[in-house]
């Protein structure tokens, strides 16, 4: 069975700081590309940030320079760390493991994190 958990979410302040983590079970990890999306309410799901199966990172503009993602093959989790958060950001972030390669690709069931003062 295929689980991605997330963890991490919560409520900061505008300039604080997350670090979100889903672990992942249930496939070969490391040869799944990873990414986070994030949903606020009333609109549709958008990427947030991407990272392949050998590293390569990409972001949505909207966060560039703000938002790191990395990933620990070792512990098949992946994580996405948030700076200078702004209200935003809030939104449910959810975790996404894409394999082109077994034509598979599941979703966590999201955390959520809220930017307020």
């Known amino acids: 069975q295929v689980q991605l958990v997330e963890s991490g979410g919560g409520r900061v302040q505008p300039g604080g700081s997350l670090r979100l983590s889903c672990a992942a079970s249930g496939i070969i990890f490391s040869i799944y590309d990873m990414g986070w999306y994030r949903q606020a309410p009333g609109k549709q799901r958008d990427m947030v940030a991407l990272?392949?199966?050998?590293?390569?990172?990409n972001y949505a503009d909207s966060v560039k320079g703000r938002f790191s993602i990395s990933r620990d093959n070792a512990k098949n989790t992946v994580y996405l760390q948030m700076n200078s958060l702004k209200p935003e950001d809030t939104a449910v972030y959810s975790c996404?493991?894409?394999?082109?390669?077994?034509?598979?690709?599941?979703w966590g069931q999201g955390t959520q994190v809220a930017v307020s003062s």
């Open positions: 990272i392949t199966s050998g590293s390569a990172a």
């Open positions: 996404y493991a894409k394999s082109f390669r077994l034509g598979r690709n599941y």
